[in-house]
């Protein structure tokens, strides 16, 4: 049919909608305004304000005052050159508020600032006296104003000469909060660079300043005495040991007060220990180790440790660390201090009568991921049992290890212990909840027995934690649900170590079916893939080919400590350890060494990597001597201005670690931390009064009835070593000096013996080995065999494994509903969110509008094809095609009607 073009223009403009101009206002306000409030804020309100030029109408003294201050790498001598200020310019716009910020900063240890941060310390937060007092009130400007309703450091205004000082603390206070908190991180980054380049714009001189914005500062190498004809092994070692020694005795002078604090808080001070291994537990620094038995007897002494354990309820990453922290290292380096076993009993025992019940599958489990001393939480939320409650009972494990708890509470521990870890291996069989056949989950809900959480459908992301924190200054509660908390694969190797170790001091091989597992799905998943390559992810996160390639690292430590616990007697994964380590020099050295192990690069070309590697430790360590000293502000954060840097100016310093070397002074090529494998401690090896260690040292075989070490010795040690590893029985040493390493002609089973020692069941043993200087290779052997142990070639015994529940089964799904919802997101994401609300407000209220004036039109569109309808019925049957269009225009109403 038809239309004729006045009917069509008709149609057409009857069927316009006509929106009224309220209507179109409001739906441009709603659609125009969130954008432009958002940019004028960000414009005007949250960008930081432009750097001011020089003041010119400033006095000459106070502008040389402040040049000096703000050009000092010392926050001690800034301090005092802002108090000169305060006192001949006391009218000066924001002196006080300086002041106030400067003299915290330089004197954070004063007795005062301690008592104020004590009293207002609550349970397990952030309440160190160097960024307690302001870890939760440093937000990007505006948000600031918004929520808490100042800016803190207490803002000195552009307008005031001051104000690139105050840059410069306000800059540098974002940098480390983003750094402990991790939140908001592009927006406080950016926020806190344009403070540090107005402050930099003002001070040039000052190289700290230059080292937040990628600059880095330069830390020259000691000039260390006698290094004779040293290889350069021995010397970058020891290069990197008088460096690592220079910052913790930084600490131990400068920042320890009497009560054994460093001044990041208790629960962050006891994480210290981590990063100076090598001075505690390979060359025994006296210095540092009293400080660390000071800081563990300071955290004993709170009331709240009173039953072996915080009686705070707290999730166990943070509620286990007073306990296991401040007890692990002591433990490992005197095992038999009776001050702390008395403590590993009573966290055995928590472990056995409050923390783990039985589930709804009739194993053991923990009850949830918070609990204390005293109560475990009932919050449905929490109710789940997570890899890393390992952590909570580090300490008895290892006491476990070596022997040293009580008859009757070992085989109460031990006993509770293997029903626990039946539990994850059974969970770890199935396939419930869409988890892959044999893969174990990081989380298992209580009681249920399922892989997850309550508050999540899937496996790999069980939440399982959910905190709250007050606003500052606000009777204002902000709680979320910590999703990616306890996320597969997090904590998994350390539950893979405590396996390892359980199948050896049981004799049992049902614990390392886990190992088993993740060789057979790695090698299998290889086969499925020959093309892929390790160093790219393989599809896409959270998928099962991603989950499978993944599995074996998580079991990776635990197949190398097995192999060492077992004293090699089990061959079943030396295949896997080849080809995981073939890249590694140090664990391919030992292994080789060790266990005869044959590795593709030959054993000098494993040695140049080797020293490679050594060197690189040390290149760590030739920058920024104040990121790790004077400029942290969170203990737990020493050794991580690296990371800042990097994300704030993308600069690219080395990471400052010596876990390589620790690595090399005991034989432990994993980490103490579970299962320990470390063999030897040196000490009197630091001269009094020195920073340098007297000798250099590389373990080449850690066994339970042989061991050796390379050795260089700069002045004549008599150097006394503690085995740690060596079963009971009689042993040969013998001391070779060697023109150079590695000599083919050397074995240690054909050195001449220079001395004898007896190792008494269970007990470390000390020997004393006079160097003599020069490079040596030091060989303990056990007089006889070796005693009968647990093997691990368990064979057919694991046989293929159990298959458990497939598909989502029951038990799976979300139990919980979260009341209190917070969605994690950037805050360029959430302005989108909010946008897109507003927006779809908007165009509802239009489309509402629209309606309403459309449903108008229609009636009047309607009344008038019946007037037409009458009109040309009157007039005679007319046009057709016009009373056809007429009639299809009516229906058509009608229907829409």
Not at 201 to 230: C, I, Q
Not at 558 to 586: N, R, W
Not at 635 to 652: E, H
Request: overall charge negative; aromatic content about 12%; hydrophobic content about 35%.
């Amino acid at each position: 049919m038809d239309i004729p073009s006045n009917r069509k223009a008709a149609l057409c403009r009857n069927w316009r909608i006509r929106m009224p101009k309220t209507c179109v206002a409001i739906f441009l306000a709603i659609i125009l305004v969130p954008p432009v409030t958002v940019y004028l804020l960000y414009r005007y309100s949250w960008s930081v304000p432009p750097c001011p030029g020089v003041f010119l109408n400033e006095e000459k003294d106070l502008h040389n005052l402040i040049l000096t201050a703000g050009n000092a790498n010392n926050d001690t001598y800034r301090n005092t050159v802002i108090e000169e200020m305060k006192a001949k310019y006391p009218d000066t716009e924001g002196i006080q508020a300086l002041w106030k910020t400067s003299v915290r900063y330089a004197d954070p240890g004063r007795a005062d600032f301690v008592q104020e941060m004590a009293a207002e310390a609550e349970g397990l937060g952030e309440t160190g006296y160097l960024g307690g007092y302001f870890w939760d009130i440093v937000w990007p400007r505006q948000l600031s104003k918004l929520i808490i309703g100042f800016i803190y450091p207490y803002e000195v205004m552009d307008s005031s000469p001051l104000y690139p000082l105050w840059c410069y603390y306000r800059g540098r206070m974002m940098g480390w909060c983003v750094l402990e908190n991790n939140i908001l991180e592009k927006w406080m980054y950016r926020e806190g660079n344009k403070y540090l380049e107005c402050a930099d714009r003002h001070f040039p001189d000052n190289e700290v300043l230059g080292m937040y914005l990628g600059e880095g500062k330069e830390w020259p190498d000691p000039t260390l005495s006698d290094p004779g004809a040293a290889p350069e092994w021995a010397i970058y070692q020891r290069l990197t040991m008088t460096k690592l020694k220079e910052v913790s005795d930084w600490w131990v002078d400068e920042r320890q007060i009497e009560n054994g604090e460093f001044g990041g808080g208790w629960n962050d001070d006891v994480e210290f220990w981590r990063q100076v291994l090598p001075l505690v537990l390979g060359f025994e620094d006296p210095k540092l180790l009293e400080a660390l038995r000071k800081l563990g007897r300071g955290v004993w002494d709170l009331e709240r440790m009173e039953h072996g354990f915080v009686d705070e309820l707290h999730d166990v990453e943070h509620s286990a660390e007073e306990s296991s922290d401040s007890m692990l290292l002591l433990m490992l380096s005197n095992i038999d201090d009776a001050e702390w076993l008395a403590n590993t009993e009573k966290i055995s025992n928590l472990f056995t009568d409050l923390w783990t019940a039985t589930n709804d599958k009739g194993l053991v489990a923990f009850q949830s991921t918070f609990f204390s001393s005293i109560e475990v939480s009932k919050d449905e939320r929490m109710m789940c049992d997570v890899a890393l409650n390992v952590r909570a009972i580090q300490p008895v494990l290892l006491a476990w290890q070596f022997g040293r708890l009580s008859s009757d509470v070992s085989a109460k521990f031990e006993e509770k212990l293997k029903s626990w870890l039946r539990n994850w291996i059974q969970v770890g069989q199935g396939a419930e909840c869409g988890k892959p056949l044999k893969v174990m989950p990081s989380a298992v809900r209580f009681p249920a027995g399922s892989p997850g959480g309550p508050l999540t459908s899937g496996w790999q992301m069980p939440g399982c934690k959910y905190v709250c924190m007050k606003i500052h200054g606000r009777d204002i509660e902000v709680c979320a649900n910590h999703a990616d908390a306890f996320t597969w694969p997090s904590a998994m190797p350390a539950l893979h170590e405590v396996m390892a170790l359980t199948a050896y001091k049981t004799k049992s091989c049902e614990f390392l079916r886990p190992l088993k597992d993740a060789v057979e799905i790695s090698a299998q998943f290889l086969l499925d893939n020959p093309d892929w390559d390790e160093r790219r992810e393989m599809g896409k996160e959270q998928s099962e080919d991603w989950v499978r390639s993944k599995t074996l690292k998580t079991a990776k430590s635990a197949i190398l400590k097995h192999k060492f616990l077992t004293d090699g007697a089990d061959v079943e994964y030396d295949s896997v350890l080849i080809k995981q380590y073939s890249d590694s020099p140090y664990e391919s050295l030992l292994l080789q060494n060790t266990f005869g192990l044959t590795f593709p690069s030959s054993p000098s070309d494993t040695f140049s990597s080797l020293i490679s590697q050594i060197e690189g430790t040390l290149s760590g360590f030739s920058h920024n001597f104040e990121s790790l000293t004077s400029e942290v502000r969170f203990t737990d954060r020493t050794f991580k201005f690296y990371k800042y840097a990097k994300k704030s100016t993308g600069a690219k310093y080395r990471s400052p670690s010596a876990q390589e070397i620790y690595k090399h002074l005991t034989g432990d090529i994993s980490s103490p931390f579970y299962a320990s494998i470390t063999c030897v401690t040196w000490s009197n090896v630091f001269p009094t009064s020195s920073l340098s260690p007297s000798i250099s040292a590389i373990v080449l075989s850690n066994g339970s009835t042989k061991f050796s070490s390379l050795m260089y010795d700069f002045r004549n040690t008599n150097v006394k070593a503690v085995f740690k590893r060596l079963e009971k029985g009689t042993y040969v040493t013998s001391i070779t000096h060697l023109d150079s390493y590695p000599n083919s002609d050397f074995n240690c089973d054909a050195t001449t013996t220079t001395g004898t020692f007896t190792v008494v069941e269970g007990s470390w043993s000390e020997f004393y080995f006079q160097l003599g200087g020069g490079l040596s290779v030091i060989c303990v052997e056990k007089v006889g065999g070796g005693e009968e142990k647990f093997e691990g070639n368990c064979g057919e015994e694991l046989g293929g494994g159990g298959g458990g529940g497939g598909g989502k089964g029951e038990g799976c799904e979300a139990t919980v509903e979260d009341l209190l919802p917070i969605i994690e997101m950037t805050v360029v994401e959430f302005c989108f969110a909010v946008f897109g609300v507003v927006v779809g407000v908007g165009v509802l209220v239009g489309i509402c509008c629209a309606e309403r004036v459309g449903n108008s039109d229609r009636r009047i569109w309607q009344e008038r094809g019946v007037e037409e309808e009458q009109k040309t019925g009157t007039e005679g049957e007319g046009d057709n095609e016009s009373d056809e269009f007429l009639q299809i225009s009516i229906k058509y109403n009608e229907r829409k009607l």
